[in-house]
């Protein structure tokens, strides 16, 4: 693993299931056509740039804006069709080798759920207490998992209802 001097290693692991109101088919499809509008889909301003490698891979090159200044972001997508599933590994940036789990479980015919796994790897200055390693977990779970109800199977439900009514 690369070091970088002076910083050790915190690993968040967490978890968490949201409900999709889409068949899981329809929402996985949905999940990993990758656009360069997908920044859209952020509540801070987001730009995407999409590198297909093969149609089971793709490097997603993210901008982010912290502070005003961009923050450029690698992100190494594997997609497993057959068990509606896909990892998303960050190359570098702030969470460098940070890795996320992704899973598309049908839940009757009209609906789906999406099973997460966070595994953040944040790089401090020290190794922090188990108390606070449980409160920066709790953060990042709350963080990711209202962003994907409040934006992601919002947009979701958003453009399948719309190609419905087509």
């Known amino acids: 693993m690369a070091r ?12 968490f ?8 088919a329809a929402a996985f499809a949905w999940c990993v056509d990758f656009q360069e509008t997908d920044g859209e889909l952020f509540p801070s301003r987001h730009t995407r740039t999409v590198h297909w490698l093969g149609e089971d891979t793709a490097i997603l090159l993210d901008t982010t804006f912290a502070k005003g200044k961009p923050v450029r ?16 590994t960050h190359l570098d940036g702030p969470f460098q080798h940070s890795q996320y ?19 953040r790897l944040l790089w401090l200055s020290r190794t922090p207490s188990a108390a ?3 409160r920066l977990t709790a ?16 947009a979701l439900d958003r453009d399948l209802n719309r190609r419905r009514r087509k």
């Open 139 to 154: 953060a990042e779970r709350r963080e990711d998992a209202t962003m994907w109800r409040t934006s992601i199977a919002a």
């Open 17 to 24: 299931r949201q409900r999709l109101r889409a068949p899981a």
């Open 73 to 88: 972001i690698h992100r190494l997508v594997r997609i497993n069709s057959d068990q509606k599933s896909w990892t998303n």
């Open 4 to 15: 970088r001097a002076g910083t050790a290693p915190v690993s968040l692991r967490y978890h």
């Open 101 to 119: 789990w992704y899973r598309i479980v049908p839940r009757g015919s009209r609906a789906s759920e999406l099973d997460f796994t966070g595994h």
């Open 132 to 134: 606070v390693i449980r």
